[in-house]
């Protein structure tokens, strides 16, 4: 089944949550199942809109949820335990 862009975002944010805010980016690659350019283009955008930052620190690149980047996560969360509810997956 293929995921739709809201549940690959989802995914992608859930993944830096559940590793403490930050993760490096073949990690997140790994634990959210997309391929590393794939990944990186979507980083790209949700920089772009303030969701996440992509650090360097001593050579190496980190992925930090930024205040907004959790809020949308929190707020899709719920929305996907309702729809859960119903039957329907994010």
């Known amino acids: 089944m293929r995921r739709s862009r809201a549940a690959i975002i989802y995914e992608v944010l859930e993944v830096v949550v559940r590793n403490g805010g930050e993760v490096n980016p073949t990690q997140l690659s ?7 350019d794939r990944m990186m283009r979507l980083l790209e955008k949700l920089e772009e809109r303030g969701l996440v930052e992509v650090v ?25 335990r309702i729809l859960s509810d119903f039957g329907i997956s994010l």
Do not use: D, F, Q
Not at 56 to 79: F, N, S
């Open 30 to 36: 790994l634990e959210a199942n997309l391929a590393y």
């Open 56 to 80: 360097a620190e001593e050579g190496r690149k980190w992925v930090r949820i930024t205040r907004k980047g959790r809020e949308l996560y929190h707020h899709l969360r719920h929305v996907r």
